[in-house]
């Protein structure tokens, strides 16, 4: 398979032990608690207080829980909170 | 509310539509910050925004078929929203904000410090008299030039420096230590009696005594003699020492019984003035006194700032009373208290070292006069120096 720039990049990141989201632009999935952040996100879809579809370049990431809010939202990153369920990864 | 949001402004906005998450995904592409999102139902989400982002942010919402309502407005700008409507007030604060950076560059209040002796007013009048007085312009002020001067009109000074900042300026001085007085002790004394009296307690430095505690001495009675003669010889000493003595000393104050006193009139002409620095303003009325025979009393409303700085801005009301004179009878208790308290103030002046134990007084009538015969105990020190005067002969000199 030949491999593309982006993945390149992207394995170019890991050997060269760089940050893979900061490089290569790749997302990054982050639970705190509480807080779920995720960095190079494509925007949202469904949002709602049990339920959040949020959008990435690699599909969508599925958030269910009780009392969820999207906190922070901006062209880098997105911050959830609430009491998060599950979170099902593309 | 953080300060910059507020100098900024802020809006908070409803997106309705069928898909208002679209229109955040463009929102949030286009960099545009919103926070406080709030989803209210499946077709309305509410956000905060600049309100310099509002423009964007209705583009966005138009590409996403959505619609924007502005719910609130916070910010400066509604704040003062209502100043809009009052173009004199702006001007007028426009104007006071002009006029307060205006009068920053020019000196208003004059402090100084670390004088003890020296009158802050003695010096600021020196300062004024060199040019430095409230409404000069402190940075043509010349520190160096200022010492030079002052230390040479007020030689009591030993240092003088002056830091004036804005509307404000501190001068710092440091006053001489005043040499001491010099003993001469070659010189060669005697100790004497300043007073008659009985004395209480000695102490000699130098020299022999010739009295003892106990005894009475009248005034200019010798109490330690410099000469001494050990071994057929004459030795010559600056006798010193602290003589102690209770004494009694006694006076006659003669007073007459009428005095002149003023009767006010009950009409007051008032008038009121400004003065700012040394500029005299004419509020209202007339301050001048136009015939002989009148009393003029000022009272002065300095205008002060919290903190008791106080500007050279005084608000002045000048009363003006006419009155008469006619001559009263002394009352001779007041007068028996004011004399007394002037004599035991001339005793305590008078005195090198001591204390008035007690004091009394009798007043008697003399004619057209108030005689008051006063007398004090008191301890006192009465031993003063006496210079003893050496003669030599001709013939022996021969």
């Known amino acids: 398979m030949q491999k593309t720039p982006r993945t390149l ?20 999935v982050e639970i705190v608690g509480g807080r779920l952040s995720v960095v190079n996100h494509k925007g949202v879809g469904a949002f709602g207080p049990e339920y959040m579809e949020l959008l990435t370049r690699e599909g969508v990431i599925h958030v269910r829980g009780t009392g969820l809010a999207l906190v922070v939202m901006n062209h880098m990153e997105l911050v959830i909170t609430g009491h998060i369920g599950s979170v099902e990864l593309p | 509310m953080k300060w910059i949001d507020f100098a900024r402004g802020t809006l908070r906005i409803a997106i309705t539509g069928a898909y208002p998450q679209s229109c955040l995904n463009r929102m949030a592409a286009l960099r545009l910050q919103f926070w406080d999102i709030v989803k209210r139902n499946d077709l309305c989400v509410e956000v905060t925004i600049y309100r310099a982002h509002l423009k964007a ?50 000196l208003w209040t004059i402090e100084v410090e670390g004088n003890e002796s020296v009158p802050s007013d003695q010096i600021r009048y020196s300062l004024a008299e060199l040019g430095v007085r409230p409404g000069v312009r402190w940075q043509d002020l010349d ?86 003669t050990p071994w057929r010889t004459t030795v010559l000493h600056h006798a010193m020492a602290e003589v102690y003595a209770r004494t009694w000393r006694t006076a006659e104050m003669i007073s007459t019984k009428e005095m002149t006193a003023k009767t006010l009139s009950r009409e007051v002409q008032t008038s009121w003035r400004l003065v700012v620095g040394n500029k005299l303003m004419k509020i209202s009325g007339d301050s001048r ?78 004619g057209a006069c108030w005689r008051l015969w006063a007398v004090c105990e008191c301890t006192e020190q009465i031993g003063a120096l006496s210079p003893i005067l050496l003669e030599t002969k001709e013939d022996e000199r021969g």
Not at chain 2, 181 to 202: F, K, W
Not at chain 2, 206 to 227: A, F, N, R
Not at chain 2, 306 to 328: A, F, H, K, M, N
């Open chain 1, 9 to 28: 990049v992207a394995l170019a990141s890991e050997r060269l032990n760089l940050p893979a989201e900061a490089t290569a632009g790749l997302v990054k």
């Open chain 2, 57 to 106: 942010a209705e583009q966005a919402a138009g590409r996403s078929m959505c619609e924007v309502t502005v719910l609130d407005e916070q910010g400066i700008l509604v704040k003062f929203a209502g100043l809009r409507r009052r173009p004199v007030l702006l001007l007028g604060l426009a104007a006071v904000l002009a006029l307060v950076f205006w009068t920053q560059q020019f």
């Open chain 2, 143 to 228: 520190p160096q030039r200022l010492e030079n001067r002052m230390l040479d009109r007020i030689p009591a000074l030993s240092w003088f420096t002056i830091n004036a900042n804005s509307a404000r300026a501190t001068v710092l001085v440091k006053e001489r230590i005043p040499i001491p007085d010099l003993v001469e002790t070659r010189e060669p004394t005697n100790v004497i009696a300043t007073q008659t009296g009985i004395i209480e307690s000695m102490e000699v430095y130098d020299g022999v005594p010739m009295v003892e505690k106990g005894q009475t001495v009248v005034q200019g009675q010798l109490l330690v003699s410099g000469l001494t």
């Open chain 2, 289 to 366: 006194i136009s015939e002989a025979g009148c009393v003029k009393m000022i009272t002065s409303y300095p205008l002060m700032l919290p903190g008791g700085i106080t500007l050279p801005i005084t608000l002045e009301r000048v009363e003006i009373q006419s009155y008469t004179t006619e001559q009263v009878p002394r009352d001779p208790t007041a007068l028996q208290e004011r004399l007394m308290s002037a004599y035991l103030q001339a005793v305590r002046a008078d005195m090198v070292a001591g204390l008035v134990h007690s004091s009394d007084g009798t007043l008697s009538e003399e």
